[in-house]
């Protein structure tokens, strides 16, 4: 779960996997989807975006929880 305390929004992000077909290059939602790397997602977005990949990827099976200003994150129950 993570916290955007200026906004008082919570998103809660989930790891998935694509089982069968296709992911589409466009949607409604989003002009662009793409495979990146770890490393490519902490060079292209802000930390406060780019710690739920790590997160998804630490195998930890207790959910992290982490407050951020939009930018950084400001408070964490875990490593970042």
Known sequence: MYLNLPLGVVAMVFLCDLEEGSIAAATEEAREVGWLSPAQVQARFVSAFAVRVSDALAGRSEPFVR????VSVVAADGPG
């Open 67 to 70: 407050a951020h200003d939009g």
